[in-house]
């Protein structure tokens, strides 16, 4: 009997070593593919920190040219609002001192009369007849019309600084 106990434990020791053998190898085998996927996830993170540094960069420089274009669209503008500004005071300058006179059409029901003519206002005068506007006056209209050949200019500033942005940065236009 001591024999058969003896072969029965050889056994059970035999059957615990085997699964401790595959245990340990089981434990190595997960450990390796452990440590691969840490190193893949290591070198994925790596090359995606890489690939956001490149677009980043990226995106800065094209950030950079966009402002300095804008900066250059801005800085031309100011110098056309300065020249026309100066061009307007220079003229509105003329017209208060009178070297500059302005008129404007007028209809003239007197001549009209006085020539014999029927005045129905179908009719139009053979000759023009002006009226010279005062200097206030002259200049107050150049004034109105200037405030609106600055917003023109105005708006049509905002829109070149918008399709510059929109051609540097819409897909669909390219």
């Known amino acids: 009997m001591n024999t058969s106990n003896n072969t029965e434990k050889f056994i059970q020791i035999k059957q615990i070593l085997i699964m401790l053998i595959v245990i340990v190898g089981v434990s190595i085998y997960l450990y390796a593919e452990y440590d691969n996927a840490v190193t893949e996830n290591e070198r994925a993170t ?19 040219r ?3 274009d804008l900066s250059t669209l801005n800085e031309e503008h100011r110098k056309e609002l300065a020249y026309e ?16 006179r302005l008129s404007i059409p007028v209809v003239s029901s007197c001549s009209r009369i006085a020539n014999g003519t029927d005045s129905a206002p179908g009719q139009i005068d053979r000759y023009e007849t002006r009226a010279e ?3 206030a006056a002259g200049s107050a209209l150049t004034a ?5 050949d600055e917003a023109i200019r ?3 500033a905002c829109i070149d600084a ?3 942005v929109r051609d540097r940065y819409n897909v669909q236009t390219k």
Request: overall charge positive.
């Open 162 to 164: 918008y399709n510059l």
């Open 133 to 135: 506007l005062t200097p």
């Open 46 to 64: 790596d090359i995606a920190r890489q690939r956001y540094s490149e677009l980043k960069e990226k995106v800065l420089e094209k950030e950079a």
């Open 154 to 156: 105005n708006h049509n």
């Open 66 to 68: 966009l402002d300095k």
């Open 85 to 100: 500004k100066t061009k307007r005071d220079i003229f509105i300058a003329g017209v208060r001192n009178g070297t500059i």
């Open 144 to 148: 109105i019309a200037d405030e609106g």
